[in-house]
Each structure stands twice: as structure tokens, then as C-alpha cells.
């Protein structure tokens, strides 16, 4: 969690990411438009299903007019927790669950309440805003009036609670799950600067560049991104120098 209110703290991530019952993966070859991740990505699981009784959910393919069946899935994760009873297992089938949701139910003493990924698939729980996956080159347009490489959602979200100078937007590359910085200040986001002098005040002329991040803007509800390579010679070859146009890689 970001919890000191500076300019180059990187923050965690916007959504809550997890891995139902998943495994370290290792080796990896997958060629990312990011970063490399900095740490092992979640992995699926071959455990087998478990014996007694089974529900099923499914966010590509379920409804939640269905039984909860595995032939039948529910499709909200949110709908499918209700239906739950002491003893019984929830299989989430592989997928990205666009949720928000509250785990109101428990079980009974040699009874429990499982909820676990289905055998071999990942099942991905993301409380992001999906259109920034999902179609990228639709969420994003360039941005004559910013700086070079900076781009601005084509929607408004006035409903995120954000303030002005405050770091209201945090978020993840979907890709590696590397970090984006979530700015507090606009000219900071736009800035060729990547050295931060500690007389420098908050509010003045003098910004900083952190590397590739995001700013909401709170009296439009525009997003802003710049995922503008950085140059500092102390990271070497860990400097920025993936993919600069948000349309061409999912954002979390």
C-alpha cells in the first residue's frame, strides 16, 4: 500500500489481483510489451476437485439464472457466494472476475466454505476498471494539450472520490504486473525532469518524472497516462523501455 505521500514512492496496485489456490511459476519465456516481472506470476493449479458438494461460476460463460452447476455455471462471483452452504466448494472457471465483492458466509465447524480456482485454469479476481484490459484502444486517446506521449481515458469517471493533489489513482501493468506510479500532481506526469532535489516543494514549478504512471484528474474525471521511457544511469538496464502507447497493453 502507498502509505508516505512522495513523489517517487511506487504504489501497489489498483485492483485486488489473486490467484485462487495458485503455484509460483518459474522459467517463464513469455515475451512481455512491459516490463519482465520483477516477481513470479500466478500460475494454475492441477488439483484434482474435491469430494462433496460442488458450485460452479463462470465469468465468460455463466448466468446467474443458472443452477451453479459445473454444466450450468453462475456467472458473478458476488451472486454465487450467497448460494453458498457450510460445506460446499466453489469452483471459479478460468478467467478475470470484475468485482467487487463482499465474502458475507461461513461454514460450520468440519464443514467449511472453499472457494478455489477450477483444476488447471486461473481464475483472476480484479477490482480495476476492466475497458483498460479489455480494449485498451478504445479506453485510451492521445492528448494534444499534455506532454509528449501522454494519452487521457475517451471516458470520465467522476465517481472515483479523487481530490486535487492528492494521489487518487493507482495502477499495474496487466501485463507483468510491474507498478505504475500514481502521481499527485499533473506536472509531475509531464515532466523531462527525472531527478527530485529535496528542496523542491509541492505546488512550485519544478516536477519530476517517475516513470510510466497515471493521474486523475478530479474536476474532469479524465485518466491521464505517460508511459514515457526514463533515464536515470543508477538503473541501468532496469530503466523503462517497453511499450509507450497504453492502446497496445492492457493497464490495470
Same mark, same amino acid.
Given at each position: ?8 514512492? /511506487? ?18 519465456? /513469455?515475451?512481455?510489451?512491459? %516490463?519482465?516481472? /520483477?516477481?513470479?506470476? #500466478? ?6 476437485? @474435491? ?13 446467474? $439464472? ?21 460445506? !460446499? ?11 467487487? =465483492?463482499?465474502?458475507? =458466509? ?24 476492466? $475497458?483498460?484490459?479489455?480494449? &485498451?484502444?478504445?479506453?485510451?486517446? /492521445? ?20 481530490? @486535487? ?28 525532469? #527525472?531527478?527530485?532535489? =529535496? ?19 478530479? !474536476? ?8 514515457? %521511457? ?6 541501468? $538496464? ?10 497496445? =497493453? &492492457?493497464?490495470?
Amino acid at each position: 500500500m502507498l502509505r508516505i505521500r512522495m513523489k517517487c514512492v /511506487t504504489p501497489a496496485t489498483i485492483a485486488v489481483i489473486a490467484m485462487i489456490a495458485g503455484e509460483a511459476i518459474s522459467g517463464a519465456e /513469455t515475451p512481455y510489451a512491459s %516490463h519482465p516481472p /520483477t516477481r513470479p506470476l #500466478p500460475a494454475v493449479s492441477q488439483r484434482p476437485l @474435491a469430494k462433496g458438494p460442488a458450485r460452479f461460476v463462470d465469468a465468460t460463460a455463466g448466468r446467474d $439464472e443458472n443452477p451453479g452447476t459445473e454444466e450450468a455455471p453462475w456467472k458473478t462471483l458476488a451472486f454465487a457466494l450467497e448460494q453458498l452452504r457450510p460445506g !460446499d466448494t466453489l469452483y471459479l472457471r478460468g478467467g478475470v472476475y470484475f468485482e467487487h =465483492v463482499t465474502l458475507g =458466509v461461513s461454514g460450520e465447524e468440519g464443514r467449511p466454505i472453499t472457494i478455489r480456482a477450477y483444476p488447471g485454469e486461473l481464475a483472476i479476481l480484479d477490482g480495476g476498471l476492466p $475497458e483498460f484490459q479489455t480494449s &485498451p484502444h478504445s479506453a485510451w486517446a /492521445t492528448w494534444p494539450g499534455g506532454a509528449a506521449g501522454e494519452f487521457r481515458s475517451t471516458k470520465t469517471y467522476p465517481n472515483l472520490g479523487g481530490k @486535487a493533489e492528492g494521489t487518487s489513482l493507482l495502477g499495474n501493468f496487466g501485463d507483468s504486473l510491474v507498478p505504475l506510479h500514481g502521481y499527485r500532481l499533473l506536472g509531475d506526469l509531464r515532466s523531462d525532469n #527525472p531527478y527530485w532535489n =529535496v528542496s523542491n516543494k509541492v505546488g512550485d514549478e519544478e516536477f519530476v518524472y517517475c516513470g510510466p504512471g497515471v493521474w486523475y484528474d478530479a !474536476d474532469t474525471g479524465h485518466i491521464h497516462t505517460r508511459l514515457a %521511457h526514463t533515464r536515470l544511469p543508477g538503473l541501468g $538496464e532496469d530503466n523503462y523501455r517497453g511499450e509507450t502507447d497504453p492502446r497496445n =497493453v &492492457p493497464l490495470i
